[in-house]
């Protein structure tokens, strides 16, 4: 077998040149794959002597010594519990078919460990998401492609209403890794609670930091979701935070999502308040707390009451799951509503004010036109007058006429200079 040298005088054989490549592809230890090779030879060995015709192989014991550097191999055996009386029963050569044997065995072997392996690096990652691509279909169930291996989302970790495609890339939820006849099987959600944490988790730096904590969360996949969050530091709004500036943090999960809709709420250690925060977007309800049934009667406005059930019920129910609560909605009679609206309507005098002071906002313009109006008023008053007095004139002027008739005919006495017919 020829030498090589590299950096340093260490030699370099064919056999540790492939050891290291298989090493280094299939990102497994060197000694993994050394005792690998060893089972293989063992096994190559036993199947190779059943055909020559010796028995009692059961009830030996074998060891193989491998050189790493040159890749020769010798066996041993010895009866069980005398390791002792171990011998060398290596065969010369081993002959072809022991050595495809053995060949075989090492592929299987590495598969397996490879595997091994590939699951213990993914069982570090259980309860987190990963991203991978959709293979195929297997009935309702669905293959997806991690990279290394495939992972399986049942049919029940499906998200109803979502349609999905060969070759989409999408994140799921690395929910668990089952042992199954074939093997280990990872198992992958997007219909779990924990996926909408994480997804949160992954969008905002708060939730990350652990400054910002999702205390419940309640969830009908593809449809509406809600949780319920609380700041440990001081000067953090968790509502905000998990919003983000104008809407782009939610708006990120509720894309990966598919538009299912997220209602963000903040934690309350008050139950009655926690409830009716969990009840949004419904407004102006009362509760009423019953410890013992761990039930609570609601109260709404007969305006809010279609917002506070929801479409078929499912506002309620999702709020009953976060808080844990059985909830009752009742709607307000009219009386209550009545003294409702004369509460808000007595308000107090600096209100009043406030009120008078924005009614009279511009005086100047008032001004103008009660002084247009009045403007025209005395035009129209003077017109008036106008015509009275023109009337007023005539009327006199007659009389006085007639007056003067009167007199004329009254007096026939002469007067003096003139004579009188």
Avoid at 34 to 57: N, V
Avoid at 256 to 285: F, M, Q, T
Avoid at 371 to 391: I, L, Q, R, W, Y
Wanted: glycine share 8%; aromatic share 4%.
């Amino acid at each position: 077998m020829p030498t090589f040298f590299c950096m340093g005088g260490l030699p370099r054989t064919e056999f540790a040149q492939a050891l290291r490549a298989i090493s280094t592809e299939r990102g497994l230890e060197a000694d993994v794959i050394l005792d690998t090779i060893k089972q293989a030879i063992i096994a190559a060995y036993k199947r190779d002597a059943k055909e020559q015709g010796e028995e009692e192989l059961d009830e030996m014991e074998y060891d193989v010594i491998l050189d790493p550097a040159s890749g020769e191999a010798k066996i041993f055996s010895w009866p069980e519990g005398k390791k002792d009386g171990r011998k060398d029963v290596t065969p010369p050569g081993f002959g072809r078919i022991a050595a495809q044997t053995a060949k075989q065995v090492i592929h299987q072997k590495i598969r397996e460990a490879e595997k091994d392996a590939i699951m213990e690096e993914y069982s570090d990652r259980v309860g987190s998401l990963i991203s991978g691509m959709i293979l195929r279909f297997d009935g309702p169930d669905v293959r997806v492609d991690l990279g290394r291996t495939e992972g399986l989302m049942p049919a029940n970790e499906r998200v109803p209403n979502e349609r999905l495609n060969p070759n989409q890339r999408l994140s799921f939820l690395l929910k668990e890794i089952n042992e199954t006849p074939k093997g280990k099987q990872i198992l992958l959600s997007r219909a779990d609670d924990e996926f909408v944490k994480k997804l949160f988790e992954r969008e905002v730096p708060e939730i990350a930091s652990g400054s910002v904590e999702i205390k419940v969360s309640a969830r009908e996949p593809g449809v509406r979701t809600k949780i319920a969050v609380f700041s440990n530091q001081s000067g953090v709004d968790p509502v905000g935070s998990c919003v983000g500036q104008k809407g782009v943090r939610v708006q990120a999960v509720t894309n990966e999502l598919g538009g299912e809709r997220v209602d963000i709420v903040a934690w309350n250690d008050n139950v009655s308040e926690l409830i009716k925060a969990a009840l949004s977007p419904a407004e102006g309800l009362s509760v009423v707390l019953n410890d013992d049934e761990k039930a609570a009667k609601v109260k709404a406005p007969e305006d809010q009451l279609s917002l506070a059930i929801g479409k078929e019920g499912q506002n309620a129910r999702l709020a009953s799951k976060l808080t844990g609560w059985k909830i009752e909605i009742e709607g307000l009679p009219e009386d209550s509503k009545k003294e409702k609206e004369t509460e808000s309507s007595e308000k107090p005098d600096d209100e009043k004010k406030k009120v008078k002071k924005k009614k009279t906002k511009d005086p100047k313009s008032v001004k103008t036109k009660t002084t247009k109006k009045s403007v025209n008023k005395k035009k129209v008053t003077s017109s008036k007058a106008d015509k009275k007095k023109k009337t007023k004139g005539s009327k006199s002027k007659k009389v006085k006429a007639e007056k003067s008739e009167v007199e004329k005919v009254e007096d026939p006495e002469p007067v003096e200079g003139k004579k009188v017919d």
